[in-house]
């Protein structure tokens, strides 16, 4: 199993309590952390408004991170989970993210979805366009980039997107462009975007074997190879050496999200994450996703809560988890 690792970038409300002169640099140490360790990769959000209320407190912007991280790291690679299609024009997003490739030497992945937090897409004054348009969007915004990854130019005359011999030179350096991560499980639209055009996908662990299945159904269809298509999910972790230190991980987590938002939903996010794959002892962790990898997961990407105030639980993972699976 490959591992990759979210940097904490304020949007789930992970830097709360840094000083905004500081998150920089926080964000700096863990990224040159996770470049020296065993992570593949490094992820961040592409949101504007914290979660899971919108405040006040700093949400750092995906791709000037990605940037950033392209000139400071140099092994993991760095993506995004995942990009909205509707922030940013599709040619234009092709230009940015084949400069982060060239800035990395060949390390960038696209992240790419629909998107769906409608107050920001408001506040922002994108509108919130129904279902539908935004995964027509998507479709129409991933042709883009691919041909303008491939050939250098892209000229599309769709029905949401119209680039007439855009130039995105140089190319990235990677042969075929910059992988794609079609990131979400809708059945019907989203999984059959990706069995067209996807090297990875992203969806939830509690629904993997399903959305797995649908997956293979849509690859058949449109007649590509679903073997070769890399399964992905995200984890957020609660890791103890002991089930009483599993426990004290969610006493913090609680704590902490009552302090910057309410007790209702702190108590909303510490169910949640009680209930998932990534809450546990190593031993108990391990064997959940065994069971996942069983089902064909082969990639983790991982979100630790508290790693902006302290990375004992990310090296736990790294000392314990990561050796058993890889």
């Not at 640099?25 to 961040?44: C, F, H, K, Q, Y």
């Not at 979660?51 to 995906?62: F, G, I, K, N, R």
């Not at 890399?230 to 426990?247: D, K, L, M």
Request: glycine share 10%; hydrophobic share 40%; proline share 4%.
């Amino acid at each position: 199993m490959r591992f990759g690792v979210f940097v904490p970038q304020g949007w789930r409300m992970d830097l709360v309590g840094i000083d905004p002169a500081e998150q920089w640099n926080t964000m700096s140490r863990l990224a040159s952390r996770a470049d020296a360790g065993p992570w593949e990769s490094i992820w961040v959000y592409d949101h504007f408004h914290t979660v899971p209320l919108p405040s006040q407190d700093a949400t750092h912007e995906a791709w000037t991170l990605m940037s950033a991280f392209a000139a400071s790291t140099s092994r993991v690679r760095l993506g995004q989970m995942c990009t909205s299609m509707g922030y940013r024009n599709p040619a234009y997003l092709a230009k940015v993210a084949a400069t982060v490739d060239i800035i990395s030497g060949g390390r960038a992945e696209m992240g790419i979805g629909g998107g769906w937090y409608e107050n920001e897409w408001r506040a922002y004054g994108y509108g919130f366009p129904r279902a539908g348009v935004r995964l027509g969007m998507l479709d129409e915004g991933v042709q883009i980039m691919r041909q303008a990854w491939q050939t250098g130019t892209a000229t599309l005359d769709g029905k949401y997107y119209q680039v007439d011999g855009a130039i995105v030179q140089p190319k990235p350096l990677q042969d075929g462009g910059i992988p794609l991560w079609i990131a979400g499980g809708g059945e019907k639209v989203t999984l059959r975007i990706a069995a067209q055009y996807a090297q990875y996908t992203n969806f939830g662990g509690d629904v993997f074997a399903a959305k797995s299945e649908i997956l293979r159904q849509h690859c058949a269809e449109v007649g590509t190879d679903f073997d070769a298509i890399t399964r992905s999910s995200n984890f957020n972790i609660a890791i103890g050496e002991t089930e009483a230190h599993v426990e004290d991980r969610l006493a913090w987590v609680k704590d902490h999200y009552t302090r910057a938002v309410n007790a209702e939903q702190a108590d909303k996010i510490v169910s949640e994450l009680r209930n998932s794959a990534g809450c546990g002892t190593p031993e108990q962790i391990i064997e959940k996703l065994t069971a996942l990898r069983d089902q064909g997961l082969s990639y983790s990407i991982c979100y630790f809560a508290d790693a902006a105030y302290d990375t004992a639980s990310q090296e736990l993972f790294e000392r314990q988890v990561i050796p058993a699976l890889q």
